[in-house]
């Protein structure tokens, strides 16, 4: 069984472990990724035939009921089954099974409520009878068992897929056509490691020549061909999914379909366009405030990953997600939905329609495709390729926009400062404005009262970008986003007592030279993620950094000085942080060690990143009672020489990263005995601290099923 042999092992080892205690198995995964095939396989296997005296299979459903299944079961059990004609169903199922070993399978259940209704038929005997259980939702799987470790079915990898391909079309023979070899593995990857994609492609297969123009003919619609065949059985099977769905989930499913194939999805930014599109409304109220991305992060996008209907790529130093994707097949699915419904319209180089289109998803390189778009209905507009400038000029015909996201600019371009007349703009509706390099902000900007993010994606030959003095009158703003904001221009001598301020302000990344006056942080009293580059331009200032306790929802902070150290050593700078901190990143700094105890005592720091020689002196040790919370630890470019410290100093580290440390010669190696580490990637640093991290490793082999991952990168450059 091709990609399964080892899903199939670890399920056989659990049907027959040495709990006696009645276990249940969940197998979770997406739609179609081969949950039911692994349960049958094991199901069927003749070892675990003779290990269980009653076995039953029943395929719940989405309506399913504590009545169809204990039928069902009654039925498939039918040899068993005794007692009177009065009894109900489940008195009958529990009678059957009382006293037996049993394997049960219950194939795709939707809810934790459908587990409730029937758990109580299912007798524990201490006799190591196992329940398989299926689905597509991570939460639904951990519920009868939270203790229980879930089967997570993984997609196949290239070669897995080809093989299933080939067995499927050639019954395994090797003796096929090498020249369909080629052709039959990009077939083959199209279909996303997906086995039931696979499977109905490779029926396809079967029914034409074997010969390179049949296959070519089917490789150029391979997902149109797969979403056809079998009367639309595979769309059915994953539209499940979608149709299971919560209401308020499902806009923010369907917009995930309008990004490019394969596109890994930044979570920051989607989640500020869930909330410019009204998506988010905070369903489960709490007794702690939470803003409305957070809701999108906490609940709605976490829903999605549990239900297994977006991936995963990468994650934050605090474990939040940071990229997701959806499957090439599910973001068909989803465009097909919003194309019916008139939700979104993704727009390459084959044409557009041109009336009702409410939301915009641009994947090619110019904006003339708007010049022919019915203008008063279209809200969203979001491009993915690289523009000219003089694409911009379609978007000004637009009167009820309310996103405007360019997400590329071309890399040719003679400015690096492109002009944007906000004047020429109507929008007075417009939440989200985000661009890709600086561009002239006007006075005028004012005008748009809605604005809740202004975001510049990425700085051409690092040029600033200014803001007017009137960015402070615009109430709405919750986000201030660039590589690097100039200066703050200063408030009205009035400030926030007259009504100046922005009180909704979430973000303000990243600022130069910012001078944390009492007046001007009275400004942004919410911000909770704030980013300050100082320069040498600013030398001469006190920074006032001792204010920032006053930011009393403020998250995460990222310090950064940009000039040489010998400029600023003689300033007196203190340093305050409010409790409230969970995130922290210092860089260019030159402070003693013996000032990591201010860090060291924020009883919520979870991660710490130390960058750029930011601390003095040779020796850094540590006391108890400090960075109590901290999960992640990152050292880069330092000069220290020595670290001494416990593992119960960081009793809750799991990644520690030491990179470019080339004077870094003794550790204590106590953190190996840190019960929490999981990860140590030592990366351009010395030869000995790679040989500690695996000597680490190799003690923990004694005394630990869990060893410490650890990861020696670039070692070619490391110093001997």
């Known amino acids: 069984m091709v990609g399964f042999d080892d899903n199939l092992m670890a399920i056989k080892d659990k049907l027959c472990g040495n709990s006696s205690k009645l276990q249940v198995i969940p197998i979770v995964g997406m739609g179609g990724i081969g949950k039911t095939t692994l349960a049958t396989k094991a199901y069927h296997d003749p070892s675990i035939n003779e290990n269980f005296n009653v076995r039953a299979w029943v395929t719940l459903s989405q309506d399913s009921s504590k009545e169809k299944v204990s039928s069902s079961l009654v039925c498939a059990m039918e040899n068993f089954v005794v007692g009177r004609s009065n009894e109900s169903n489940e008195v009958k199922v529990f009678q059957a099974l009382k006293g037996?070993?049993?394997?049960?399978?219950?194939?795709?259940?939707?809810?934790?409520?459908?587990?409730?209704?029937?758990?109580?038929?299912?007798?524990?005997?201490?006799?190591?009878?196992?329940?398989?259980?299926?689905?597509?939702?991570?939460?639904v799987a951990a519920y009868p068992d939270s203790c229980s470790h879930l089967h997570e079915m993984d997609l196949l990898d290239d070669d897995q897929s080809w093989n299933l391909l080939r067995q499927n079309i050639f019954n395994g023979k090797e003796d096929y056509p090498l020249e369909l070899e080629i052709i039959g593995k990009e077939i083959a990857r199209s279909?996303?490691?997906?086995?039931?994609?696979?499977?109905?492609?490779?029926?396809?297969?079967?029914?034409v020549d074997n010969n390179r123009a049949s296959w070519e003919k089917i490789a150029r619609n391979v997902k149109s061909t797969i979403a056809k065949e079998e009367n639309g059985k595979f769309e059915e099977i994953l539209s499940l999914s979608y149709n299971h769905l919560p209401r308020h989930l499902r806009p923010c499913f369907l917009y995930m379909?309008?990004?490019?194939?394969?596109?890994?999805?930044?979570?920051?930014?989607l989640v500020k366009l869930w909330v410019a599109e009204e998506f988010i409304h905070d369903i489960r109220p709490s007794s702690v405030s939470r803003s409305l991305e957070e809701v999108a992060e906490e609940e709605y996008l976490a829903d999605l990953v549990k239900r297994n209907l977006v991936m995963v790529t990468e994650r934050k130093s605090d474990g939040r997600i940071k990229t997701c994707r959806v499957h090439d097949l599910m973001r068909e699915l989803c465009i097909r939905i919003s194309r019916k419904e008139n939700f979104l319209v993704h727009v390459t180089d084959k044409g557009i329609p041109v009336e009702n289109l409410r939301r915009i998803f641009i994947n090619r390189n110019d904006l003339n495709c708007l010049a022919n778009i019915y203008r008063s209905t279209t809200r969203t507009v979001i491009c993915f390729m690289e523009l000219n400038k003089d694409s911009y000029k379609d978007l000004t015909y637009f009167r009820f926009m309310r996103i405007i996201c360019i997400l590329s600019a071309r890399c040719d371009m003679s400015d690096c400062i492109a002009s944007l007349c906000v004047e020429d703009f109507n929008l007075f509706n417009i939440r989200y404005l985000a661009f890709p390099y600086p561009t002239k902000i006007p006075p005028t900007i004012s005008n748009l009262l809605n604005l809740q993010a202004l975001i510049i994606h990425?700085?051409?030959?690092?040029?600033?970008?200014?803001?007017?003095?009137?960015?402070?009158?615009?109430?709405?703003?919750?986000?201030?986003?660039?590589?690097?904001?100039?200066?703050?221009?200063?408030?009205?001598d009035e400030g926030a007592s007259s009504g100046y301020g922005l009180e909704n302000l979430q973000t303000l990344w990243e600022v130069t030279n910012l001078i944390c006056t009492e007046n001007i942080l009275e400004m942004i009293p919410n911000v909770k993620e704030l980013g300050i580059c100082y320069t040498i331009d600013n030398r001469e200032k006190e920074y006032e950094l001792d204010n920032l306790v006053r930011l009393k929802q403020l998250e995460r902070f990222k310090l950064t000085l940009s000039y040489p150290l010998?400029?600023?050593?003689?300033?007196?700078?203190?340093?305050?942080?409010?409790?409230?901190?969970?995130?922290?990143?210092?860089?260019?700094?030159?402070?003693?060690?013996?000032?990591?105890?201010?860090?060291?005592?924020?009883?919520?720091?979870?991660?710490?990143k130390i960058k750029e020689n930011i601390l003095r002196g040779e020796t850094w040790e540590t006391v108890?009672?400090?960075?109590?919370?901290?999960?992640?630890?990152?050292?880069?470019?330092?000069?220290?020489?020595?670290?001494?410290?416990?593992?119960?100093h960081f009793p809750k580290l799991e990644r520690l990263l030491i990179h470019q440390c080339l004077e870094l010669r003794n550790i204590s190696n106590d953190i190996g005995e840190i019960s929490t580490l999981e990860l140590i990637e030592v990366k351009s640093g010395l030869k000995s601290t790679a040989e500690w991290?695996?000597?680490?490793?190799?003690?923990?082999?004694?005394?630990?099923?869990?060893?410490?991952?650890?990861r020696c990168l670039n070692l070619s450059f490391l110093v001997l």
């Not at 086995?195 to 492609?201: E, F, G, T, W």
């Not at 030959?461 to 703003?477: D, V």
């Open 100 to 139: 037996r070993k049993y394997l049960l399978v219950l194939d795709d259940i939707w809810s934790t409520k459908a587990w409730d209704d029937i758990m109580m038929m299912f007798p524990d005997d201490n006799n190591k009878s196992r329940i398989i259980l299926t689905t597509r939702l991570s939460d």
């Open 191 to 207: 279909c996303g490691g997906l086995p039931l994609a696979i499977v109905v492609i490779a029926g396809v297969l079967s029914k």
């Open 257 to 269: 379909g309008g990004f490019p194939e394969d596109y890994d999805i930044n979570i920051p930014r």
């Open 458 to 492: 990425e700085s051409l030959n690092e040029c600033k970008q200014s803001l007017p003095t009137k960015i402070w009158t615009m109430k709405e703003l919750r986000h201030l986003i660039c590589y690097r904001f100039g200066e703050l221009p200063n408030p009205p």
């Open 566 to 608: 010998d400029v600023w050593k003689g300033k007196n700078i203190t340093l305050a942080f409010p409790k409230t901190l969970k995130w922290l990143s210092f860089g260019g700094w030159s402070r003693p060690w013996s000032e990591m105890t201010i860090v060291g005592s924020l009883p919520n720091l979870q991660v710490l």
């Open 624 to 648: 108890e009672g400090e960075f109590l919370e901290l999960k992640h630890l990152m050292i880069k470019g330092s000069k220290l020489e020595r670290w001494v410290t416990e593992s119960n």
């Open 693 to 710: 991290a695996e000597r680490i490793q190799r003690e923990q082999r004694d005394y630990r099923y869990d060893v410490t991952e650890v």
